[in-house]
């Protein structure tokens, strides 16, 4: 069983950073891509941010240039650094992998941004 373990939410003011992190208990080799997602109270989940065993990374618009995803091999983390966060970054983070066996989810982490 693919185990996620989301660390690094919490409540900043906007402007702010905040740095999630998303530890797993997968072989790094069998991993295809690592991500995270939200969703937001009355909101569908959408993408935040994808990179894959390449390293290749993929960003919503409404987060280029102020998150930034990446990988550390070593400590088997995809971390996701948030900069100049907004309120309307406000929204349950998920963490998502995908192997050869299909999708995984972490549990989610609450970031809330509000002065």
């Known amino acids: 069983q693919v185990s996620l373990v989301e660390s690094g939410g919490g409540l900043v003011q906007p402007g702010g950073s905040l740095r999630l992190s998303c530890a797993t208990s997968?072989?790094?080799?069998?991993?295809?891509?690592m991500g995270w997602y939200r969703q937001a109270p009355g909101n569908e989940r959408e993408l935040v941010a994808l990179i894959t065993r390449s390293g290749t990374t993929t960003y919503a618009d409404s987060v280029q240039g102020r998150f930034t995803i990446s990988r550390d091999n070593a400590k088997n983390t995809v971390d996701l650094q948030m900069n100049r966060l907004k309120p309307e970054d406000t929204a349950v983070y998920y963490c998502r992998l995908d192997d050869h066996t299909g999708t995984a989810w972490g549990q989610g982490t609450q970031v809330t941004v509000s002065s």
């Open positions: 997968v072989n790094k080799f069998r991993i295809n891509a």
